[in-house]
Protein backbone atom coordinates (compact mmCIF):
# COMPACT_ATOMS: atom_id res chain seq x y z
CA UNK A 1 0.00 0.00 0.00
CA UNK A 2 1.33 3.69 -0.87
CA UNK A 3 0.79 5.83 1.06
CA UNK A 4 -1.43 8.07 -0.58
CA UNK A 5 -3.86 5.40 -0.26
CA UNK A 6 -3.16 4.38 3.35
CA UNK A 7 -4.41 8.22 3.90
CA UNK A 8 -7.28 7.60 2.10
CA UNK A 9 -8.22 4.37 3.50
CA UNK A 10 -6.93 5.15 7.65
CA UNK A 11 -10.77 6.13 8.65
CA UNK A 12 -12.27 2.63 8.12
CA UNK A 13 -9.05 0.96 9.90
CA UNK A 14 -9.47 2.40 13.10
CA UNK A 15 -11.73 1.99 15.74
CA UNK A 16 -12.39 4.85 18.50
CA UNK A 17 -10.29 5.10 21.34
CA UNK A 18 -10.54 6.48 24.66
CA UNK A 19 -8.52 7.97 27.18
CA UNK A 20 -6.40 5.51 29.22
CA UNK A 21 -7.98 6.85 32.41
CA UNK A 22 -11.62 6.09 31.18
CA UNK A 23 -12.90 9.58 30.39
CA UNK A 24 -14.04 9.73 26.91
CA UNK A 25 -14.27 13.60 27.06
CA UNK A 26 -11.60 15.59 25.42
CA UNK A 27 -10.89 18.37 23.45
CA UNK A 28 -9.61 17.04 19.46
CA UNK A 29 -6.17 19.38 19.20
CA UNK A 30 -4.91 18.00 15.29
CA UNK A 31 -6.52 16.55 12.73
CA UNK A 32 -3.59 15.03 11.31
CA UNK A 33 -0.05 13.40 11.99
CA UNK A 34 3.03 14.20 10.67
CA UNK A 35 2.35 12.16 7.13
CA UNK A 36 -0.58 13.96 6.55
CA UNK A 37 -2.84 10.90 7.88
CA UNK A 38 -5.92 11.46 9.07
CA UNK A 39 -5.66 11.01 13.05
CA UNK A 40 -7.48 13.31 15.58
CA UNK A 41 -4.92 13.64 18.49
CA UNK A 42 -7.41 15.38 21.53
CA UNK A 43 -6.41 15.83 24.76
CA UNK A 44 -8.36 14.64 28.04
CA UNK A 45 -10.33 17.06 30.24
CA UNK A 46 -10.20 14.59 33.13
CA UNK A 47 -6.31 13.92 33.45
CA UNK A 48 -4.51 15.72 30.23
CA UNK A 49 -3.00 12.87 28.48
CA UNK A 50 -2.81 13.31 25.13
CA UNK A 51 -3.30 10.74 22.80
CA UNK A 52 -4.57 9.39 18.95
CA UNK A 53 -9.13 8.92 18.98
CA UNK A 54 -9.03 6.77 16.69
CA UNK A 55 -6.58 4.13 16.55
CA UNK A 56 -5.94 1.08 13.86
CA UNK A 57 -7.45 -2.27 14.96
CA UNK A 58 -4.99 -5.21 15.94
CA UNK A 59 -4.89 -6.38 12.86
CA UNK A 60 -4.52 -3.08 10.86
CA UNK A 61 -1.62 -2.38 12.96
CA UNK A 62 0.06 -5.45 12.97
CA UNK A 63 -0.41 -4.90 8.69
CA UNK A 64 1.07 -1.69 8.83
CA UNK A 65 4.02 -2.80 11.24
CA UNK A 66 4.96 -5.70 8.81
CA UNK A 67 4.54 -3.39 5.36
CA UNK A 68 7.16 -1.72 3.13
CA UNK A 69 5.30 1.65 3.79
CA UNK A 70 6.15 1.64 7.23
CA UNK A 71 9.86 1.19 6.50
CA UNK A 72 9.81 3.40 3.97
CA UNK A 73 8.00 6.03 6.21
CA UNK A 74 10.76 5.10 9.28
CA UNK A 75 14.25 5.20 8.11
CA UNK A 76 15.84 3.93 5.10
CA UNK A 77 18.80 1.51 7.11
CA UNK A 78 18.90 -1.87 6.61
CA UNK A 79 18.41 -3.77 10.12
CA UNK A 80 22.30 -4.48 9.68
CA UNK A 81 23.41 -0.90 8.76
CA UNK A 82 20.88 0.21 11.57
CA UNK A 83 22.69 -2.24 14.14
CA UNK A 84 26.35 -1.65 13.20
CA UNK A 85 25.28 2.23 13.47
CA UNK A 86 23.83 2.04 17.26
CA UNK A 87 26.83 -0.33 18.24
CA UNK A 88 27.89 1.09 21.64
CA UNK A 89 31.90 1.00 22.12
CA UNK A 90 32.80 -0.53 25.22
CA UNK A 91 32.30 0.62 28.90
CA UNK A 92 30.03 3.45 27.39
CA UNK A 93 28.39 5.77 30.25
CA UNK A 94 25.13 6.09 28.24
CA UNK A 95 22.15 8.24 29.57
CA UNK A 96 20.32 5.02 30.68
CA UNK A 97 23.36 3.28 32.35
CA UNK A 98 24.06 6.48 34.33
CA UNK A 99 20.29 6.26 35.66
CA UNK A 100 20.04 2.99 36.14
CA UNK A 101 23.56 2.35 37.95
CA UNK A 102 22.91 3.53 41.48
CA UNK A 103 20.09 0.70 41.69
CA UNK A 104 22.23 -1.99 40.61
CA UNK A 105 24.88 -4.15 42.51
CA UNK A 106 28.55 -3.50 41.37
CA UNK A 107 28.92 -6.85 39.91
CA UNK A 108 26.07 -9.54 38.39
CA UNK A 109 22.94 -7.30 38.92
CA UNK A 110 20.34 -8.76 36.50
CA UNK A 111 18.86 -6.52 33.91
CA UNK A 112 15.63 -7.22 31.53
CA UNK A 113 15.13 -4.94 28.49
CA UNK A 114 11.41 -5.15 27.46
CA UNK A 115 11.17 -3.84 23.68
CA UNK A 116 14.93 -3.88 22.84
CA UNK A 117 15.21 -4.27 19.49
CA UNK A 118 18.94 -5.15 18.60
CA UNK A 119 19.55 -4.64 22.34
CA UNK A 120 22.05 -1.85 22.08
CA UNK A 121 20.55 -0.43 25.32
CA UNK A 122 22.08 -3.19 27.07
CA UNK A 123 25.66 -3.12 26.47
CA UNK A 124 26.79 -1.30 29.11
CA UNK A 125 25.05 -3.05 31.24
CA UNK A 126 26.76 -6.20 29.79
CA UNK A 127 30.06 -4.29 29.84
CA UNK A 128 30.31 -3.29 33.04
CA UNK A 129 29.45 -7.09 34.50
CA UNK A 130 25.73 -7.59 34.80
CA UNK A 131 23.35 -10.02 33.19
CA UNK A 132 21.02 -8.72 30.60
CA UNK A 133 18.18 -10.11 28.59
CA UNK A 134 16.65 -8.50 25.65
CA UNK A 135 13.18 -9.45 24.41
CA UNK A 136 11.50 -8.12 21.09
CA UNK A 137 9.40 -9.17 18.75
CA UNK A 138 11.12 -8.46 15.95
CA UNK A 139 13.14 -11.92 14.99
CA UNK A 140 15.60 -9.53 12.12
CA UNK A 141 16.83 -7.26 14.90
CA UNK A 142 16.77 -9.70 17.76
CA UNK A 143 19.42 -12.01 15.08
CA UNK A 144 21.53 -8.71 14.24
CA UNK A 145 21.77 -7.94 17.48
CA UNK A 146 23.10 -11.74 19.13
CA UNK A 147 25.16 -11.77 16.20
CA UNK A 148 26.79 -8.46 16.37
CA UNK A 149 26.62 -7.76 19.92
CA UNK A 150 26.71 -11.51 21.37
CA UNK A 151 23.56 -10.40 23.08
CA UNK A 152 20.94 -12.72 24.83
CA UNK A 153 18.08 -11.35 22.81
CA UNK A 154 14.64 -13.45 22.89
CA UNK A 155 11.48 -13.29 20.98
CA UNK A 156 8.45 -12.31 22.85
CA UNK A 157 5.65 -14.88 23.11
CA UNK A 158 2.13 -15.20 25.14
CA UNK A 159 4.29 -17.33 27.61
CA UNK A 160 7.09 -14.99 28.10
CA UNK A 161 5.97 -13.49 31.20
CA UNK A 162 5.12 -17.06 33.05
CA UNK A 163 8.56 -18.33 31.95
CA UNK A 164 10.34 -15.84 33.74
CA UNK A 165 8.16 -15.83 36.72
CA UNK A 166 11.26 -17.25 38.94
CA UNK A 167 13.74 -14.66 37.96
CA UNK A 168 13.92 -11.22 39.85
CA UNK A 169 15.51 -8.63 38.12
CA UNK A 170 17.14 -5.37 39.57
CA UNK A 171 16.39 -3.18 36.31
CA UNK A 172 13.58 -3.29 33.92
CA UNK A 173 14.06 -1.12 31.22
CA UNK A 174 10.82 0.17 28.57
CA UNK A 175 12.46 2.20 26.36
CA UNK A 176 10.44 4.32 23.85
CA UNK A 177 7.69 1.03 23.64
CA UNK A 178 4.56 2.29 26.04
CA UNK A 179 3.77 4.90 23.48
CA UNK A 180 3.14 2.49 20.44
CA UNK A 181 0.80 0.23 22.98
CA UNK A 182 -2.64 0.86 22.97
CA UNK A 183 -3.02 0.20 26.81
CA UNK A 184 0.53 0.75 28.11
CA UNK A 185 -0.84 0.06 31.86
CA UNK A 186 -1.82 -3.76 30.91
CA UNK A 187 2.23 -4.35 30.18
CA UNK A 188 3.50 -2.55 33.30
CA UNK A 189 0.79 -4.51 35.39
CA UNK A 190 2.20 -7.63 33.61
CA UNK A 191 5.94 -6.68 34.49
CA UNK A 192 4.99 -5.95 38.02
CA UNK A 193 4.04 -9.70 38.74
CA UNK A 194 8.39 -10.46 37.49
CA UNK A 195 9.60 -7.85 39.86
CA UNK A 196 10.52 -7.29 43.25
CA UNK A 197 9.91 -4.36 46.28
CA UNK A 198 13.38 -3.95 44.85
CA UNK A 199 13.18 -3.81 41.16
CA UNK A 200 13.34 -0.51 39.94
CA UNK A 201 11.72 0.35 36.01
CA UNK A 202 12.97 2.77 33.93
CA UNK A 203 10.70 3.77 31.46
CA UNK A 204 11.72 6.03 28.16
CA UNK A 205 9.07 8.08 26.85
CA UNK A 206 8.88 10.60 23.86
CA UNK A 207 7.04 13.07 25.82
CA UNK A 208 5.66 16.44 24.88
CA UNK A 209 8.49 18.59 27.05
CA UNK A 210 10.22 17.01 24.06
CA UNK A 211 8.76 18.52 21.43
CA UNK A 212 11.65 20.93 20.53
CA UNK A 213 13.83 17.72 19.90
CA UNK A 214 11.04 16.43 17.11
CA UNK A 215 9.52 19.84 15.32
CA UNK A 216 6.15 20.18 16.13
CA UNK A 217 4.41 18.87 13.02
CA UNK A 218 7.37 15.89 13.26
CA UNK A 219 6.10 15.16 16.88
CA UNK A 220 2.80 13.23 16.45
CA UNK A 221 3.38 10.23 14.42
CA UNK A 222 1.04 7.31 13.64
CA UNK A 223 3.36 5.04 15.05
CA UNK A 224 2.50 6.82 18.82
CA UNK A 225 -0.85 6.36 19.88
CA UNK A 226 0.37 8.03 23.61
CA UNK A 227 1.84 11.44 23.57
CA UNK A 228 2.41 11.64 27.90
CA UNK A 229 3.30 14.39 29.84
CA UNK A 230 5.52 13.88 33.07
CA UNK A 231 2.20 14.92 34.35
CA UNK A 232 -0.23 11.86 32.36
CA UNK A 233 2.19 9.02 32.60
CA UNK A 234 2.55 9.86 36.81
CA UNK A 235 -1.17 9.72 36.09
CA UNK A 236 -0.67 6.40 34.35
CA UNK A 237 1.88 5.10 36.85
CA UNK A 238 -0.42 5.65 39.46
CA UNK A 239 -3.72 3.69 37.50
CA UNK A 240 -1.20 0.77 37.17
CA UNK A 241 0.33 0.55 40.91
CA UNK A 242 3.46 1.68 40.33
CA UNK A 243 5.49 5.00 42.17
CA UNK A 244 7.26 7.55 40.82
CA UNK A 245 11.46 8.19 42.38
CA UNK A 246 12.79 10.41 39.48
CA UNK A 247 12.27 11.82 36.49
CA UNK A 248 15.43 12.63 33.71
CA UNK A 249 15.32 14.93 30.84
CA UNK A 250 17.03 12.38 27.92
CA UNK A 251 17.56 12.71 24.07
CA UNK A 252 13.88 12.62 22.57
CA UNK A 253 11.85 12.45 26.15
CA UNK A 254 11.67 11.88 29.31
CA UNK A 255 12.83 8.71 31.88
CA UNK A 256 10.99 8.08 34.15
CA UNK A 257 12.14 5.52 37.37
CA UNK A 258 9.61 4.03 39.22
CA UNK A 259 8.29 0.72 41.15
CA UNK A 260 5.73 -1.36 41.40
CA UNK A 261 4.60 -1.23 45.16
CA UNK A 262 1.26 0.18 45.23
CA UNK A 263 -2.64 -0.22 45.13
CA UNK A 264 -4.03 1.54 41.72
CA UNK A 265 -5.21 4.53 41.89
CA UNK A 266 -7.11 6.73 39.06
CA UNK A 267 -7.76 10.34 39.94
CA UNK A 268 -8.20 13.26 37.96
CA UNK A 269 -5.56 15.76 37.16
CA UNK A 270 -6.29 19.46 36.59
CA UNK A 271 -2.44 20.39 37.08
CA UNK A 272 -1.55 18.07 34.23
CA UNK A 273 -4.83 19.48 32.42
CA UNK A 274 -3.70 22.65 32.29
CA UNK A 275 -0.06 21.78 31.82
CA UNK A 276 -0.91 20.08 28.24
CA UNK A 277 -2.54 23.07 26.98
CA UNK A 278 0.06 25.16 28.05
CA UNK A 279 2.94 23.20 26.84
CA UNK A 280 1.32 22.62 23.27
CA UNK A 281 0.18 26.18 22.72
CA UNK A 282 3.68 27.43 23.55
CA UNK A 283 5.38 25.17 21.06
CA UNK A 284 2.58 25.40 18.31
CA UNK A 285 2.94 29.44 18.68
CA UNK A 286 6.65 29.20 18.07
CA UNK A 287 6.12 27.03 15.32
CA UNK A 288 3.45 29.21 13.81
CA UNK A 289 5.75 32.21 14.11
CA UNK A 290 8.55 30.27 12.55
CA UNK A 291 6.31 29.57 9.48
CA UNK A 292 5.30 33.56 9.50
CA UNK A 293 8.83 34.53 9.43
CA UNK A 294 9.80 31.84 6.80
CA UNK A 295 7.04 32.94 4.63
CA UNK A 296 7.62 36.38 4.76
CA UNK A 297 11.47 36.04 4.13
CA UNK A 298 10.80 34.04 1.29
CA UNK A 299 8.36 36.41 -0.04
CA UNK A 300 11.12 39.40 0.34
CA UNK A 301 14.06 37.13 -1.47
CA UNK A 302 15.87 37.55 2.10
CA UNK A 303 15.43 33.44 2.92
CA UNK A 304 17.31 33.03 -0.61
CA UNK A 305 19.87 34.98 0.69
CA UNK A 306 20.27 33.51 4.07
CA UNK A 307 20.74 29.91 3.08
CA UNK A 308 23.32 30.70 0.13
CA UNK A 309 25.39 32.20 2.99
ZN1 LIG B 1 -7.59 10.93 30.78
Request: glycine share 6%.
Amino acid sequence: MDIQTFRSTYSSLTEPFICLCGSKISIPIKPKERFEIPITFGICLKCGHIYAKNVLSDKALDDFYTSPLYRSLYGSLSVQDHIDKLFVPNKSETALWKIAKPYLPNKNGSVLEWGSSGGWNLIPFRDFGHNVLGLDVSVPYIEAGKKTYGLDLRLINDSTIDELADQKFDVIILNHVLEHLTQPGTLLTQLAKISSKDTVFLIGLPTIEAIRDYGFQNYFTVAHIHYFSKYSFASTLKRSGFSLLEVHRTHGGLTFVAKALNKPVNRPDIKGVLFSFAILSSFYASYKTRQTLKKVLKATGIYRLIRKS
